[in-house]
């Protein structure tokens, strides 16, 4: 199973940039899916996950401004930024949770300037 993440780069503060995250080698439906980001100097930390029904949770510092989304059929898992701030830069990481393992994918940069 592998996990490639896409879309990460340089953006201005207040833009908006959209990752993508896609599962090869698989023939189930990961019961969900998430991004996670680790800043410098800060641990992981969970950004937003969707369940395969479509149940959505997000960190309180992205409500509003981040907008998780998925492909079941192609197990792709979606992430939107919008009003991007300096504060989310981060190695951005997609996640896939199957019955019993979690598969995570390589990691995307993301950076925002001020």
């Known amino acids: 199973v592998q996990l490639q993440a896409s879309g990460g780069g340089l953006v201005q503060a207040g833009g908006s940039m959209r990752l993508s995250c896609a599962a090869s080698?698989?023939?189930?439906?990961?019961?969900?899916m998430g991004w996670y980001r680790r800043a410098p100097g800060r641990q992981r930390e969970s950004v937003a996950t969707?369940?395969?029904?479509?149940?959505?949770n997000y960190a309180n510092s992205v409500k509003g401004r981040f907008t998780i989304s998925r492909d079941n059929a192609q197990n792709i898992v979606y992430l939107q930024m919008n009003s991007l701030k300096p504060e989310d830069t981060a190695v951005y990481y997609c996640?896939?949770?199957?019955?019993?393992?979690?598969?995570w994918g390589q990691g995307t940069l993301v950076t925002v300037s001020s």
């Open positions: 080698g698989i023939i189930f439906t990961f019961r969900e």
């Open positions: 996640n896939g949770m199957g019955a019993s393992v979690a598969y």
């Open positions: 969707i369940t395969s029904g479509g149940v959505t």
